[in-house]
């Protein structure tokens, strides 16, 4: 079974953000869900680096505005489908200024930027949400 590990640039530091992404984080502990926070002072490109050197037998996949767009369903589809893989997922939310070119997969969170504090606290509340829609419980309604 894999595991799945978020990457982010930094601890949010916006007490509000930083608030709800410790409750689905906690929330998450039971899933498999991982969430690693990298050194904010980390140039994208190094930032990159270490996620590679992190995530060296699984696959990586940047959050980022050009990527691949899912519903909740589709997407709650897509995790189920890393859960069963036998390499770990590995999905990264980029630093404020972007991620430098790379061949990795990309998926989008919406056709809006959003500040990357933001964008992780959807990501996680998505991937949350999937774990919800995969149990059938009443949460995405």
């Known amino acids: 079974m894999g595991r799945?590990?978020?990457?982010?640039?930094?601890?949010?530091?916006?007490?509000?953000?930083?608030?709800?992404i410790q409750m689905y984080k906690k929330r998450l502990e039971i899933e498999s869900v991982k969430i690693?926070?990298?050194?904010?002072s980390l140039s994208n490109i190094e930032y990159v680096k270490k996620v590679q050197d992190f995530s060296k037998n699984g696959q990586v996949i940047f959050f980022e505005e050009k990527g691949s767009e899912y519903n909740s369903i589709d997407?709650?589809?897509?995790?189920?489908?890393?859960?069963?893989?036998?390499?770990?997922?590995h999905l990264v939310i980029g630093p404020a200024?972007?991620?430098?070119p790379?061949?990795?997969?990309?998926?989008?969170?919406?056709?809006?930027t959003f500040p990357h504090e933001l964008a992780a606290?959807?990501?996680?509340?998505?991937?949350?949400?999937?774990t919800q829609i995969l149990k059938g419980t009443k949460y995405h309604k």
Do not use: C, M
Not at 6 to 18: E, F
Not at 36 to 40: F, L, P, Q, T
């Open 97 to 100: 200024e972007g991620f430098p």
């Open 4 to 20: 799945i590990f978020i990457h982010l640039h930094g601890k949010p530091k916006d007490k509000s953000k930083a608030s709800l």
């Open 75 to 89: 997407f709650s589809n897509l995790f189920k489908s890393w859960k069963l893989e036998q390499e770990d997922t």
């Open 36 to 40: 690693v926070e990298h050194n904010d």
């Open 121 to 130: 606290l959807i990501l996680i509340e998505q991937i949350y949400r999937s």
């Open 102 to 112: 790379h061949s990795f997969s990309k998926i989008s969170l919406s056709k809006f």
